[in-house]
């Protein structure tokens, strides 16, 4: 059984920065991608980053260019560096690991094997 922990949220001020980790329990080494998701109240939870174990990554729209994804397998941690960071940030934020290769694609948010509890950041103007 794998957990996934994060941490590293909180509240901060608009343009401000905050890094997350999910700590692993196990070998990272055997998942092949990593992911960040994040839900705000009343909507769906969203794509944030997701790292697989060839070193690809994919952004959702609304953070590329803001928010950077990083995985250290000898640390059994994952983290998300945010930067420039806007109200509409806010959100629980999750991590997510996947074992299943998928031939060059990525995982679905259904196709995720395990989940963290989420850690809530806000962003305030």
């Known amino acids: 059984q794998v957990q996934l922990e994060e941490s590293g949220g909180g509240s901060v001020q608009a343009g401000g920065s905050l890094r997350l980790s999910c700590a692993v329990s196990?070998?990272?080494?055997?998942?092949?991608?990593m992911g960040w998701f994040r839900q705000a109240p009343g909507k769906q939870r969203e794509l944030v980053a997701i790292?697989?174990?060839?070193?690809?990554?994919k952004y959702g729209d609304s953070v590329e260019g803001r928010f950077t994804i990083s995985r250290d397998n000898a640390k059994n941690t994952v983290y998300l560096q945010m930067n420039s960071l806007m109200p509409e940030d806010t959100a629980v934020y999750y991590c997510?690991?996947?074992?299943?290769?998928?031939?060059?694609?990525?995982?679905?948010?259904?196709?995720?094997?395990?989940w963290g509890q989420g850690t809530q950041v806000t962003v305030s103007s």
């Open positions: 196990g070998s990272i080494f055997t998942i092949n991608t």
């Open positions: 790292h697989d174990n060839r070193a690809r990554t």
């Open positions: 997510a690991a996947a074992y299943g290769n998928y031939g060059g694609g990525w995982p679905g948010p259904g196709e995720y094997d395990y």
